[in-house]
């Protein structure tokens, strides 16, 4: 459920910045409000499976944004070896 959407007047499509993959082929990101009703460790919860259970190398992941969370979702992306 999207509670708000962008502004879309403010937010255009940029050029493709491919070096943002940091060498892989997919790129999953994220970009909001990072509070304890958002789910956002759910993405890193998720990244530990694909990466490491599923041992996939192609994919990385950009959250970005601030919250009440995001000290926590540093200590959990450190936890899960995924920084």
Sequence with gaps: VVRS???????????????????????VCYL????????????LRAMDVIVHKFGRKDV???LLGFGDCLEELRRLCTELDLD
């Design 5 to 27: 959407g962008p502004d879309t007047t403010r937010m255009k499509p940029g050029p493709a910045q491919p070096e943002l993959r940091l060498g892989r082929e997919h790129l």
């Design 32 to 43: 909001g409000i990072m509070g304890p009703q958002d789910g956002v460790d759910i993405v």
């Design 60 to 62: 990385s992941a950009a």
